[in-house]
Antibody, heavy 118, light 110 residues
């Protein structure tokens, strides 16, 4: 079955960078698009980014444009999110999630907490 | 302000039926599949419905999905205490080239 495990979260100062990673298993990773979604404390789900199965196409939500970069390594079944110029409002649980076809998400990781604090 | 619109909360007694609406536009729900997720506080979201009305294995048939035009509905029958959770709809938006979610609906089983 699909297994997604995020890592790389923690506490970071505003303006600094952080890189999240997600290790995938249980499915043909190189055949599927992958997403990052976040959830601020007490808030709803916010879609951040999608990378196509081959890494050639990337889409970003408004909060991620210009600061976050999604990438993937199909040889090692991992997807990453490089987050730069972090702000207090980036504090959230970040989820790695598998795309179903050309639609939305059918599998989620357990999430990793990122706290941006002075 | 979420692209997809859901009611903030719904409630019903055990054993009853509840529906949760999700309203969008042509570029998302109108032209793409709708997905529904259940999130128990403190846990990751879980897929309940995909491709408008299909259930993953392991999801009981008490949960159903439907779509009409630019709106979708999640139905839950035979409510149980364990159904108390936040429910989100989601879809791809072809104009934004982005995934979009509803703001979430908190289900309370009275």
């Amino acid at each position: 079955q699909v297994h997604l495990v995020e890592s790389g979260g923690g506490v970071v100062h505003p303006g600094r960078s952080l890189r999240l990673s997600c290790a995938a298993s249980g499915f043909p990773f190189s055949s599927y698009g992958m997403n990052w979604v976040r959830q601020a404390p007490g808030k709803g789900l916010e879609w951040l980014a999608l990378i196509s199965y081959d890494g050639k196409i990337r889409y970003y939500g408004d909060s991620a444009k210009g600061r976050f970069i999604i990438s993937r390594d199909n040889a090692n079944n991992t997807v990453s999110l490089q987050m730069n110029s972090l702000r207090n409002e980036d504090t959230a649980i970040y989820y790695c999630a598998k795309r179903r076809g050309t639609g939305m998400i059918d599998s989620w990781g357990q999430g990793v907490l990122v706290t941006v604090s002075p | 302000q979420s692209v997809l619109t859901q009611p903030p909360s719904v409630s019903a007694a055990p054993g009853q039926k509840v529906t949760i609406s999700c309203s969008g536009s042509t570029s998302n729900i109108g032209d793409n599949f709708v997905f529904w997720y259940q999130q128990v506080p403190g846990t990751a979201p879980k897929l309940l419905i995909f491709d408008n009305n299909r259930r993953p294995s392991g999801i009981p048939d008490r949960f159903s999905g439907s779509k009409s035009g630019t709106s979708a509905t999640l139905g839950i029958t035979g409510l149980q205490a364990g159904d108390e959770a936040d429910y989100y709809c989601g879809s791809w938006d072809s104009s934004l080239s982005a995934g979009v979610f509803g703001g979430g609906t908190k289900l309370t089983v009275l």
